[in-house]
Every structure is written in C-alpha cells, then in structure tokens.
C-alpha cells in the first residue's frame, strides 16, 4: 500500500476510506494510528475474528488483544450513530486526524458467494464505496484477498506504513568494498596509533562521500585496509583502522573466523561498546556459531555477562509449546536444534567426539526462552541471542530487543532467503526494519555474511539448488 503516513490525499481529492483486513492489525496492533487524515473503516467481521483470535498465550492472541484496546480507546463512548459515520482518531497532542467507523451489516456480492470472511470482507468494502464519494482501498497483507478485490472492481494494497526499503538490494551489508586503495579517495589525513592493541585512528576528508556510509561500518579494500567508521560529519570521518592478521586470528571459545566476514561480525561481538549486533546471511554462513562462541566466551572466560538468554522466532511454536510436557526449558530444546548443533561443534575438541549436550548445558548458564515468555520482562547483565529475526514483524522485534537491560547485549539473526511466516516478505520482515532503524545507532552494528563456509556441499548447494 501507499504509505499513508505520506499524505496519500492530494489537495484537491477528499479523504480516502481504508478498509482494514483482520492480519494488518496482527502485523501491527497500532495500524489505526498510521492512517494521517484518512477514514478508516473496519468491518464487524475483522472485530469477530480478533475476539476469535485474542485468547490464549501465543504472540498472535497478545497483538489481537492490543489492536482491540486500541479500537475501544479510539471509540471511547461514542454513539452507535457517531461509530457508523466516523469517531475522530486522536494521537495525543493536537488536533485529532482522521476518523474510524466500524462497518455493520450482512452483505453479499455476485462474485463473492462462498460464506468465508475474506468474501464478507471484500462485499463490505464493495458496499462502503457504493455509499461514499470517497475513494475506497482494501488495506490487507494477503495477496489472495488482493487479487480477489481486483478481480472484484476494489482498489487494494498492501499494509507498507513499517516498511522502510522498496528493494532489498537497497539493504546495507555493513561492510562498503572499495576497488583499489581507500586512500586514493582521501584528501587529508590526521592519524594517532595504539600499538599495544594494533589499531589506528585517522580523522580524515574524503574527496567523494561513500554512498549509503553509516556510523560502525566496515570499509575494506583491495590494498587489505580494514576500517571501522566511527564518526561521519559530511565528507570528513573518523576511521578506526584494523589489523587484518589481528583480526582474522581473533578466537572466541576456541572459534577462529574463516573469513574476513566473520572476522568482522566476531570483532562486533566481542566488542563490549557494542550493543545490538545484526548478523544477517545465507544458510551455513556462520550467523548461529559465532553468536554462541561469543556468548560462552564473554560469560564463561570474561564474565562480562551474567547469563545467555536463547530465543527464537518459528511459525506454529506459540501455539504448540503449550501442549509439550515439561518445563519451559524443556519445551524449547525440540526448536533450538540448530542452538544444539553449534553447541555440539563448539565443544568437539575437547570431548574427544563424545559431546553430551546435556552435561554441556548444565554448566553453561544458558536459558532458552519463548519469545511469548520474554514479554513484559527485563533482562539485566544477559547476552542476549535472537534467532529466525527474519520471521518476526517490525513490531514484534520492538518487543523483544526493549528487553534487554541494564548491561545486556542484543544479537539478532536471520536470513532474509527463508521468510515463513504468511504476510511478511524480505522487505517488510522485522529484520530488515532493524536493520534499517538502526542505521547509524553509535552501539550498533550491522553485519551481512558472504558465502557458506560450513562445508563445500552446503556452499553448492546453496548457489545452485
């Protein structure tokens, strides 16, 4: 969909009626808001299936809930007459924009005879645009329901007021390749040195700024300079230089990196300034073991944290993890097999290849948690791992990366290839809105893996399958 938050109204058209389908809420239970001037009608059938949806403990029950407290403070005590035509939308400050209406009433269309909510919800807006002057447009995450409304005569569009990228291309790696020497782009150069710890800094002007640079990307060149942006004021910068040996020999739990991608995210990891790592990346590409090797290093040896705490995002876990017998740790080890697995690779060495997983994690201070668990809590002194980011909403990764703590780290981890979750695609996924917001943030960094260094049949298999 247009975003609406950019004034899709001209200035000589009237308002725009948005009809809102039952998974633009679920996707974010703040939608309403995102609206500007427009009117924004929601069918009675859209509010029978949040009441459908809104019990239980799963994350899809906890975003109903939400949407539906939002539409009764909207509504507040407003008349059923003043709900039919319209209820002011107010935003806090200033002066309310918008309206919201809920639509009442059976309707049927020619072409929409099956008795199934999507057609009840098309037929409604079909009814509304033969009421009003106003241009209606169905607003819903489902392509189905998109082509349906098409084929029906109604304007429909996708729900894109979080989405912040239109190509995926676009996408920052975290990394800027330069063909050459870096220095041949440099005009003037101010540097100091730090032997003991193999690093330089150089305040310096370039004589073209790099398109897209933000603050903690890497630069990399053919010449071997290695450079981490700290500071961007136009075309002057402040580059941290690294040693590439050095860096390429970092360890973490017996974990040496095999690239100099690797080498990159392991160094953002194992940095304590650093406090929201972004690891995105093909299978195999590394992502999982390298955030586990730093987590054991910086409890276990450093104690720069007191606990690791293990999340992940997989469709269906919500609702089935309250059907598993046991504990809340033991429900959450059937969907943390690739956890397991690294945790297995990462203490092969030293079990003579006998690994028992379970003696591992009784010494270790790992948690697995549910992503519904972790709701409402803070998470103080944790190493913080989030896994599968690509299947989460924009709103659901707010949630989650809100809390850590006093003293936590964040890691998130995804692969934009392997989207499950219906409606979300690598676009509106919450990983690359993380990505994105975070563009910039001085405690972050953000790293896209190269290759599949797990084996040569999964590097295969992945370019050509």
Not at 102 to 130: F, M, W, Y
Not at 261 to 281: E, F
């Amino acid at each position: 969909m247009a975003n609406p938050t950019s004034g899709a109204a001209s200035s000589k058209s009237t308002r725009i009626s948005y009809v809102v389908d039952t998974n633009v809420l679920i996707h974010d239970p703040n939608a309403l808001l995102n609206f500007e001037e427009h009117h924004v009608a929601l069918p009675m059938t859209v509010l029978e299936e949040l009441d459908k949806l809104k019990s239980g403990k799963h994350g899809v029950a906890t975003e109903c809930r939400q949407a539906i407290r939002l539409i009764d403070k909207l509504l507040g005590d407003a008349s059923p007459s003043e709900v039919e035509t319209g209820v002011s939308i107010s935003r806090g400050k200033g002066t309310p924009k918008g309206t919201l209406s809920i639509l009442t009433g059976e309707v049927t269309h020619d072409s929409l005879q099956a008795p199934l909510n999507d057609n009840k919800i098309i037929a409604q807006a079909l009814a509304l645009r033969g009421r009003t002057e106003r241009r209606v447009v169905l607003v819903t995450k489902d392509i189905n329901m998109r082509l349906k409304a098409r084929a029906c005569g109604l304007d429909a569009e996708d729900y894109s007021s979080d989405q912040l990228v239109d190509d995926i291309d676009l996408l920052s790696n975290g990394f800027h390749e330069i063909p050459g020497s870096f220095w041949d782009m440099v005009r003037d150069v101010e540097s100091r040195h730090n032997r003991k710890e193999a690093i330089s800094y150089h305040k310096l002007k370039i004589k073209t700024p790099l398109q897209g640079l933000s603050v903690n990307e890497f630069i990399l060149d053919d010449k071997g300079l290695v450079g981490w942006v700290k500071e961007i004021d136009g075309s002057n910068l402040v580059v941290q230089e690294l040693d590439k040996p050095h860096l390429m020999s970092q360890e973490a739990w017996g974990l040496k990196p095999r690239d100099i991608y690797q080498a990159l995210a392991l160094k953002a990891l194992l940095d304590p300034d650093i406090h929201l790592v972004n690891l995105a990346g093909s299978a195999g590409s590394g992502k999982t073991i390298l955030a586990l090797a730093a987590a054991i290093e910086q409890t276990m040896a450093s104690e720069l944290y007191a606990k690791i705490i293990v999340t992940r995002s997989i469709q269906g876990l919500d609702e089935e993890i309250g059907f598993l017998p046991g504990t809340e740790a033991e429900k959450m080890e059937p969907w943390l097999g690739a956890i397991v697995d690294n945790l297995e690779a990462l203490h092969e060495e030293d079990s003579d290849g006998r690994v028992d997983i379970r003696e591992i994690l009784e010494k270790l201070p790992i948690q697995f948690k549910s992503m519904n668990y972790m709701r409402g809590r803070s998470f103080q002194h944790s190493f913080i791992i989030i896994d599968e980011c690509q299947n989460l909403t924009p709103h659901q990764i707010k949630t989650l990366i809100t809390r850590a703590g006093n003293g936590s780290k964040v890691v998130c981890l995804g692969n934009l290839a392997q989207i499950d979750t219906p409606y979300l695609s690598a676009t509106s996924s919450g990983l690359t809105y993380l990505t994105e917001r975070f563009k910039g943030f001085e405690y972050g960094s953000h790293i896209t893996l190269q290759g599949v260094p797990r084996s040569v049949l999964a590097e295969y298999a992945e370019a050509n399958m």
